[in-house]
């Protein structure tokens, strides 16, 4: 009748194991774009041997994957590093000069403003005091009192001293 089969039939694998390939093959494909994914997968196949051994090459893809980023991110690093440099001597050095030059500009424009300005016609009233200071009865009237005020040497008595410089304050504490 019907020939026997020789071999055993297959054994079906279970719907979880065919679910855990699928999702180490999509690790594979997606270990390469994301270094956060990476570091969890190396995490855990460090943390097992078993599975280390047996998924090897994605131990190896996800270390490659981890180098790869640490070396973007520094290289990122130097680019902004230089990125910054470049503005700051572009932008930030010329506007402060500027700035610098600026302020110079305004301190200087006040001493030009008043050289500019047109000189002030003579005030009447200071010319009619240079007039009566010019007159002999102001001018000894000016000069008897700041000899008054100042006291002449012969007015003075002497102080403790005997030098003859007495303040009036100490003439009328004396008396």
Known sequence: MYPEKSALPRAKR??????????????????????????EILAQLDSDAELRR???ALY???RQSL?????????NRQVAAALRWTA???????????????????RRSGAVALALLPPSPAEPARAKVEDLLR???????????????????ADREPDAAGTGTASPTQRAGAA
Request: aromatic fraction near 8%; hydrophobic fraction near 45%.
């Open 60 to 62: 190896l893809c996800c």
């Open 135 to 153: 007159t002999s009865d102001v001018a000894a009237a000016r000069v008897a009192f700041q000899e008054t005020a100042a006291g002449t040497p």
């Open 67 to 75: 180098n790869a980023h640490q070396a973007r991110s520094a290289r």
């Open 14 to 39: 279970p719907a979880i194991e065919r679910e855990e390939e699928k999702a180490w093959i999509r690790f594979y494909q997606r270990v390469d774009a994301d270094p956060v994914l990476a570091a």
């Open 88 to 106: 700051r001597r572009l932008f930030v050095v010329p506007l402060a000069v500027l700035v610098r030059a600026t302020a110079q500009g305004w």
């Open 54 to 56: 047996r998924h090897s």
